[in-house]
Nanobody
Framework: QVQLQESGPGLVKPSQTLSCAAS????????MGWFRQAPEKAREFVGY????????YYADSVKGRFAISRDNAKNRVFLQMNSLRPEDTAVYYC?????????????????????WGQGTQVTVSS
């Protein structure tokens, strides 16, 4: 059974990093993604990182501000968030993607992910 657990600060400063700890699976073999969901909005793609950590891809809304990294030795994936805006306020989720590679279009689709964390609230005040 794969389990994902996000952790984060809640009310954030202009820059902050979320962490996701994985257990129960071959973490280093899978793509990992981050999504977010604001109140009364659909869950949206934030970005993903390849299994090796050498490749990343981001939604236009966060490109240049957010960065995803991973530590396969510690089964963790990170979302560093810079230049945060009030519109970044949402519940953030990490999720396990496919084994191996896939297209950016498929990896932006939540249906490509099979295990999800419970989510962590990020609130950015104006």
């Amino acid at each position: 059974q794969v389990q994902l657990q996000e952790s984060g600060p809640g009310l954030v400063k202009p820059s902050q990093t979320l962490s996701c700890a994985a257990s129960g699976g071959a973490f280093s073999s899978y793509i990992m993604g981050w999504f977010r969901q604001a109140p009364e909005k659909a869950r949206e793609f934030v970005g993903y990182i390849s299994s090796s950590g050498t490749s990343t891809y981001y939604a236009d809304s966060v490109k240049g501000r957010f960065a995803i990294s991973r530590d396969n030795a510690k089964n963790r994936v990170f979302l560093q968030m810079n230049s945060l805006r009030p519109e970044d306020t949402a519940v953030y989720y990490c999720a396990r993607g496919p084994f191996g590679s896939s297209s950016n279009l498929q990896l932006a689709d939540r249906n490509s992910y099979d295990y999800w964390g419970q989510g962590t609230q990020v609130t950015v005040s104006s």
